[in-house]
């Protein structure tokens, strides 16, 4: 059975195939080969391509699907970017700080176009089915990205609004990705929403984990200063979780989060959290849906062979430290 990392090598190669870069105009395309070959672990087109090799269907079939699912993952990043005012990704220049916004949005509106190109071009039965997946998973990302936006206004933001915040953000994208799979395989309902649930519960534990790694990980191995949501006002699950104890220390964490941006500001909810044990809430709130992904594979009734590449990429979205 193939490794996570053959199956993203064989993304990588699919990815040169296209060669983007020999597409004009330049400054349209020029960005688009940019944010690519960043790389990315490419982890979302591997789940598309195990899930349907779980079920029969070879590489070379469910490739398109899996390179439209990493290029809609791209575009999603290169506005999310331009959103947030983000200046580096992957350890370097994001394309909004390289190219400039018009660029960003640009380009990321032609990547999805890309993406469903990719996905039209899938010799599949099933191919209706699998469109209808992705157009509700984009509307899905949609939504869940007009969210996050809103609740940057709100202060009472509950655990629960954030959460099915970031099932819609997130855990649509991954639940999409393995449901594909799926379809173009041909199992039944009772499969197809173990795969979606599967990827769905891996999405919310991904970002909770993302949120900890925000605030308490190293900036070197994450990719991005460590306290960008801080000083962002991001409303993550830390920052959710502790204003909704109603504690003292949330009403001095709601002062620390009135300073002014900057190292004074992170230090100062970080202690907060730590006195507050949000940390360690966090990490035990994304191991409870990591179980519950795993518990949504195994419904789907594949052996321990095949589930073992979920297992692993449980652990490097879930549960990794970068």
Not at 29 to 38: G, L, Q
Not at 275 to 303: C, P, Q, V, W, Y
Request: hydrophobic fraction near 40%; aromatic fraction near 8%; charged fraction near 30%.
């Amino acid at each position: 059975m193939k490794r996570i990392s053959e199956y993203a090598a064989e993304v990588e190669s699919a990815i040169r195939d296209l060669k983007i870069e020999d597409r004009k105009p330049e400054s349209l395309y020029a960005p688009i080969v940019y944010a690519m070959e960043a790389g990315g672990k490419r982890l979302r087109p591997a789940l598309t391509l195990m899930a349907a090799e779980a079920f029969g269907v070879p590489v070379e079939k469910s490739m398109p699907a899996a390179l439209a699912m990493e290029f809609f993952h791209n575009f999603t990043l290169l506005h999310d970017d331009v959103m947030d005012d983000s200046a580096m990704r992957r350890n370097r220049e994001s394309v909004y700080k390289k190219f400039g916004k018009d660029a960003a949005i640009l380009s990321g509106d032609t990547m999805e176009g890309i993406a469903q190109e990719l996905l039209l071009s899938v010799d599949n039965p099933n191919l209706i089915a699998a469109l209808n997946v992705y157009n509700r998973m984009a509307r899905e990302v949609y939504e869940g990205q007009a969210l996050d936006m809103e609740f940057e206004n709100r202060s009472d933001v509950s655990p629960a609004e954030y959460l099915e915040m970031v099932r819609l953000k997130t855990g649509a994208l991954l639940g999409a990705c393995a449901e594909i799979g799926g379809i173009l395989a041909g199992v039944d309902k009772k499969v197809l929403k173990g795969l979606r649930q599967y990827g769905e519960n891996l999405g919310i534990a991904f970002q909770i984990e993302d949120d900890w790694l925000d605030t308490f990980g190293d900036a070197a191995t994450f990719g991005k200063p460590i306290g960008g949501d801080i000083n962002n006002g991001k409303k993550t699950f830390l920052l959710v979780s502790a204003l909704s104890s109603g504690s003292q220390d949330a009403k001095a964490l709601e002062v620390a989060m009135g300073l002014e941006a900057g190292e004074m500001r992170v230090k100062t909810v970080t202690r907060i959290y730590e006195k507050m044990e949000i940390g360690a809430l966090a990490r035990k709130e994304a191991e409870r849906f990591s179980t519950k992904a795993m518990h949504s594979i195994k419904s789907t009734g594949l052996d321990e062979e095949h589930l073992e590449n979920f297992k692993y990429l449980l652990d490097r979205l879930a549960g990794r430290r970068k």
